[in-house]
């Protein structure tokens, strides 16, 4: 394939952010975009240079020109959609959480596999540079063997019932939209958990405004995480390991939006001798990136596409599924049930 040709359903911010970031990857090209009306459809094609603007999202999927769809839409309309681009024999790249609830997720994998169609969930986190090299460090031994990871992801939004943050019919609440976040990164690094005990605190429209959860690993790690729509957190990232901990600069889950910030800092701080940290031990090791960080997933899916790969070893379809199995396991343990799960 010399060029992989990309198609976006949905014309919203994060979409915009994915246009913008498609030029840095080498053999991508931006052909098409999907939306609900013919005039947002064309703005956004004017906007990035895009040479089809389509009316509704079946138009997309059904572009022969179209190679791989991205998916923008909010997390309730994954399924529909996704289910969509694979039926018509599209490569999808869906943003995450995968779906509502792990039930739909194995709808959307099954048509995958029926279809022989690539598959993966967009937690573009997982592929930024910095995250590559806290993989890397933590893979070496850096830190020997990882104890604890901690961290928050939590903003101050201002209380609208009907925002999408807060409306339990378009999935909303800290789980699903920042929460899933640090929880990925969990499995990520120190594999599914095995038990979890969590606090939530409801919003009044009933979605999880706040939590606090502990996650123990099959490696007797622990993993301390919380997420908040209602107050801003400091959004660090902490390892702890029997040789040292790790530290990554906020925000650890993705690039600043002030273009002045290009690189994130890890701080490796070892503790072999005396188990006490001196200035001889502390290593800042700082990592540039560009654009909005977007390119960097959309550059793992081009790779796959090229080497005939039905899915991206760096997020697989079963860590997806798992991911979202406990995403729903925590939901049952709050009682928090989605209408569309009634």
């Not at 997390?75 to 490569?91: R, S, V, Y």
């Not at 930024?128 to 806290?134: A, G, V």
Request: glycine residues 8%.
């Amino acid at each position: 394939m010399d060029k992989i040709r990309w198609g976006i359903i949905s014309t919203g911010m994060i979409a915009k952010q994915f246009a913008e970031d498609l030029p840095y990857v080498e053999g991508a090209e931006l052909v098409a975009v999907g939306s609900r009306s013919q005039d947002s459809a064309d703005a956004f094609a004017k906007t990035y240079g895009i040479p089809k603007a389509h009316p509704n999202y079946e138009a997309l999927a059904n572009d022969p020109d179209v190679d791989v769809v991205y998916i923008a839409t909010p997390h309730p309309f994954h399924e529909e959609n996704a289910l969509m681009c694979l039926e018509a024999g599209k490569a999808v790249l869906c943003e995450k959480p995968f779906a509502l609830n792990a039930t739909q997720t194995q709808n959307i994998i099954a048509k995958a596999l029926d279809k022989g169609c690539f598959l993966m969930e967009a937690m573009w986190t997982r592929f930024l540079p910095h995250m590559r090299k806290l993989h890397q460090l933590i893979d070496e031994g850096a830190i020997g063997e990882v104890q604890l990871l901690s961290a928050d992801f939590g903003f101050a939004a201002p209380y609208d019932p009907a925002h999408r943050l807060f409306n339990l019919e378009l999935g909303g609440g800290a789980l699903l939209d920042v929460g899933i976040y640090p929880l990925s990164l969990a499995s990520w690094l120190l594999g599914i958990p095995d038990q979890q005990r969590s606090v939530m605190k409801k919003a009044g429209t009933g979605v999880d405004e706040m939590f606090s959860i502990i996650l123990e690993h099959s490696s007797a790690a622990q993993s301390r995480i919380s997420a908040s729509l209602s107050v801003q957190t400091p959004q660090t990232l902490t390892l702890a390991g029997s040789e040292g901990h790790i530290q990554v600069s906020a925000p650890w889950w993705g690039i600043p939006r002030d273009s002045s910030h290009q690189k994130h800092t890890l701080t490796l701080t070892r503790t072999v001798q005396s188990n006490v940290p001196t200035a001889g031990n502390i290593e800042v090791i700082d990592v540039p990136h560009s654009g909005h960080g977007y390119q960097y997933e959309a550059a793992e899916v081009g790779r796959c596409l090229q080497e005939g790969l039905l899915e991206s070893p760096v997020i697989t379809l079963d860590e997806s599924l798992n991911i979202m199995r406990l995403l729903d396991s925590i939901r049952s343990d709050w009682r928090l049930v989605y209408p569309q799960e009634k």
